[in-house]
């Protein structure tokens, strides 16, 4: 009896050991649900409608994973996570991605073991004061008192820029973006700073938007983009191709109002390798030949989810700039689909 | 006479390990303990395989590399260039700091709620009742996210106190300055200070002793001393002619005028806190985060406290005070005299587990903010370095020698006061 109980807590040891290394596509096919981290709210990034239901830059792209791998772009399981329990929840295999302004830096590609598929938005880090304290610039705060959230690029960026600066402050550290802004408009603290998006976008929801500045230093390049675990390379390449296959369709011309049409063959082989019509890329990477479709029917492509959640004519109001297509002057650049 | 003979020899059977009580239990703790085996083995290789899994190693080498942030509480000199072990410390440091306060503000308060819960007075028991159920049955965390919404949505922010006709002023002369991100107050400074003596040198666990505050206390000591020296002389003048002779003007001058001498000697004086820049500079600055946290742990902890006072004083029986009574004592002096010291023994040992309560509770300062050890350890460096399992580790490891810590001096004063039978 001893050696049953011996043998299967050794086969339940190793089933426990295996889980966290399994082929994650295959482990989302079997679920018919994608575990997506996202922030626990950021309004145009990531936040929770008035329906309850999620919508975002960063939530889209969770949906056209889902939509590329099981042809919904429904089947997402949301996890909100903060600063500090993101690459927790992704190395634990509680999520199968985290698209969560999270910045690609060195030590969390190679010493954390995560990988980074890529960019979605090219972002640095800002500073926003109200306008009554007359601040024109990053450099007259010395002494000031700046919120910021823990656990973040950020808050290792400030240090390094008040020490290079010779200017001191007192750091007020936070757990989230809305504990920040209530600590800011309190005015316990004069200044938040985070990646200029997240504070365009935490200022659209103010009531006096206009009575805050940020100010024109940007003091580093935060480049947010998805990620999963460091070792899983197939799943890696579902999620970098999807993004890539987002950016693409803008570059290509491929929008959710033209989808269907394009689908049907066009002149140019890129398009159409894309699209499924021609060659066998969705088999190459174990989904089926209409898993770009799906992506782009989701919400469109990178152009019409950035005008739709973040772009100048929503209350976020970010223009384009370096997150422009590379046609156009910006950074995005989508390899080739060949 | 019949010889005896010795009883038949009973053979050992299997089964009698499980039917024999003589060999029960003893069966029953080998499987037991292998079981636990079997389960600390599967923890450790589950472990171990999933580190392997996502290619991390076990080590502490991080705590040497430069931490990288920085601390807005800090009791010691931190800059962001210093290690993670520093940042550690400073965090170790101010989770002391708030159990200290927290302890003994919350004992102040439980023994003054707990006595008052059974005054005579129907009005101020039934305010106590109030405040005990009200602290006791709401979740700790709300109370500190509580007080701290109320600091900072009520106080005025620093810049209400600029301008001709400034909206808020300070208090108390001057010195004072509350504001939405804390309380300034004066801070003790020496112009004629004998300086600091550094401790290891430049290494993460160095640390500066001021000369001043150690000949301060040293004087203070001695005039204490020297003024319990007085009470005994006096005590022995009673005993021999029964007439106790006034000793609290000596008393008074033994512990004063030393203690005044060198604070004059040192050059004492107080800076007061300024309105310069963004924020009011000089002075001590109390952070609003450590008074949310401390003003929350210490009256959630002082409901608890009042219900363990108000059990060992029902715990004494009636017949004492009424003895008491009966000698002529007020009643306050009753209670100082004769109940509380007895109702101590059964108050103390439900006391130490509140103390333990209160210091693992102050691990709920990230939610205001407070840099606490979970806060630099258990937050930023776990989080920037990645390594949770050895920063967990080492918080568990933290957390369980302060309980002990706490334990073994509680314990120590408990044999001290506890009732002693001869």
Redesign the interface.
Known sequence: M?KT??LG?MA??GL??GA??AATLDDVKARGKLNCGVTVGLVGFAAPNANGEWEGFDVALCRAVAAAVLGDSTAVEFVPTT??TR??AL?SGEIDMLARNTTWTF??DV???FEFVGVNYYDGQGFMVPK??GVSSAKE?????VCIQ??TTT??N???F??SNNIS???????TNA?AQ??YL?????VYTTDASGLAATRATFDDPANHVILPEIISKEPLGPLV???DHEWGDVVRWTLNALVAAEELGITSANLSEMAAGTDNPEINRLLGSEGTLGEMLGLDAAWAQNAIAAQGNYGEIFAKNIGEDTPVGLARGLNAQWTEGGLLYSPPFR | MSTLTDPPKEQFRLSMLLYDTRYRSATIQVIAMFGFMLLAAWLINNTLSNLAAQDKAFDFGFFTESAGYDINQRLLDYTSRDSHLRAALMGLLNTLVVAVLGCITATILGVVIGVLRLSSNWLIARLMTIYVEMFRNVPVLLWIVFVMAILIETLPAPRAFRGENPEATMSLADSVAVTNRGVYIPEPLFTRSLGDVHLFGTSSLRFDVSLDLMVILAVLGLSLWGAHRVTLRANRIQEATGERPRTWHTRTGIIVVPTLLVLTALGFHLGYPELKGFNFQGGTHLRNSLIALWLALSLYTAAFIAEIVRAGIMAISKGQTEAAAALGLRSNRIMRLVVLPQALRVIIPPLISNYLNLTKNSSLAIAVGYMDITGTLGGITMNQTGRELECVLLLMLVYLAISLSISAVMNWYNEAVKLKER
């Open positions: 001893k109980v011996l807590a339940f040891a426990a050991a966290a290394s600063g500090k690459f927790t190395a030590s969390r010493d954390l073991k009554e304290l705060l010395d002494g000031a008192t823990t656990g808050e290792l400030l240090a390094d008040f020490r402050y007192e750091p007020v550290p936070i757990e504990e209530q600590q309190a005015g316990a603290c004069d675990r460091h070792g």
